[in-house]
Antibody, heavy 120, light 108 residues
Framework: QVQLQESGPGLVKPSETLSLTCTVS????????WSWIRQPPGKGLEWIGY???????KYNPSLKSRVTISVDTSKNQFSLKLISVIAADTAVYYCARVVPAVLGYHFDYWGQGTLVTVSS | SYELTQPPSVSVSPGQTARITCSAD??????ASWYQQKPGQAPVLVIYKDTERPSGIPERFSGSSSGTTVTLTISGVQAEDEADYYC???????????FGGGTKLTVL
C-alpha cells in the first residue's frame, strides 16, 4: 500500500518561498509520476504540477512562473517550491501519485494534506 | 483556459439514485476521473478512465460517458455518501490536468 506524507512549514510570510516535501512509503518515486494539488479553504481543487523521476515536469500555466517541483530518489521524496507567495496561496496542499494513461491521468494515492497559511 | 463544469449541488433521499454531471469540450478525447471528498479529509478516487472503479469502492458507484459529458451515478445512495465530488480530466492535448469546481451531494 503506497502512503504519502506532506511536511513543511505551516506559516509563510508574503513574498517568501513556500517549500513542502512529500515522503513516499510502500512504493518508489522512480516508478511513477507524482503531483502536487492544492485546495484553498472552502474552495475546490487546483492542480499545481507533476514530475516524473527522470525530472520531466509539467506545471499549471497559471502558476508556472512561480513553481518548481523536484524529486530526490535517494530519499524517496519529491518537493514543491512556490516563490513570491501571496495570501491567495493559502491552501491545503496535497501530494498524490499520478497514473498516466494514453488519454489522460488520474490520482490514485493522496497524502493527508497540509495547511499552509500565508500571513505576516 | 480549459474548464470542467459541474452543478454546485445535488440532493437526493436515501435509497434513491444520484447523478452528477461534468462537461467540457475535450472530454471525448480525454478520460475523466471522479473523487469523493468528505470534510477534513483528502480526496478519494472513486472512478477513473470514465467507467473504471478502483478496488474497495462500492459497486453503487459507477461512471458513464456520452459526448462531451461524463456522469457519476450513485445508486441506492446512503447517508455516508454525503460529500463533495470532483471530476478531473486533461486538456485536449493531454498535457495539463484540470478539476471541475465540485458538486456537494446532500443526502436528505
Amino acid at each position: 500500500q503506497v502512503q504519502l506524507q506532506e511536511s513543511g512549514p505551516g506559516l509563510v510570510k508574503p513574498s517568501e518561498t513556500l517549500s513542502l516535501t512529500c515522503t513516499v512509503s510502500g512504493g518508489s518515486v522512480s516508478d511513477n509520476y507524482w503531483s502536487w494539488i492544492r485546495q484553498p479553504p472552502g474552495k475546490g481543487l487546483e492542480w499545481i504540477g507533476y514530475i516524473y523521476y527522470s525530472g520531466n515536469t509539467k506545471y499549471n500555466p497559471s502558476l508556472k512562473s512561480r513553481v518548481t517541483i523536484s524529486v530526490d530518489t535517494s530519499k524517496n521524496q519529491f518537493s514543491l517550491k512556490l516563490i513570491s507567495v501571496i495570501a491567495a496561496d493559502t491552501a491545503v496542499y496535497y501530494c498524490a501519485r499520478v497514473v498516466p494513461a494514453v488519454l489522460g491521468y488520474h490520482f490514485d494515492y493522496w497524502g493527508q494534506g497540509t495547511l499552509v497559511t500565508v500571513s505576516s | 483556459s480549459y474548464e470542467l463544469t459541474q452543478p454546485p449541488s445535488v440532493s437526493v433521499s436515501p435509497g434513491q439514485t444520484a447523478r452528477i454531471t461534468c462537461s467540457a469540450d475535450a472530454l471525448p478525447r480525454q478520460y475523466a476521473s471522479w473523487y469523493q471528498q468528505k470534510p477534513g479529509q483528502a480526496p478519494v478516487l472513486v472512478i477513473y478512465k470514465d467507467t473504471e472503479r478502483p478496488s474497495g469502492i462500492p459497486e453503487r458507484f459507477s461512471g458513464s460517458s456520452s459526448g462531451t459529458t461524463v456522469t457519476l451515478t450513485i445508486s441506492g445512495v446512503q447517508a455516508e455518501d454525503e460529500a463533495d465530488y470532483y471530476c478531473q480530466s486533461a486538456d485536449s492535448s493531454g498535457t495539463y490536468v484540470v478539476f471541475g469546481g465540485g458538486t456537494k451531494l446532500t443526502v436528505l
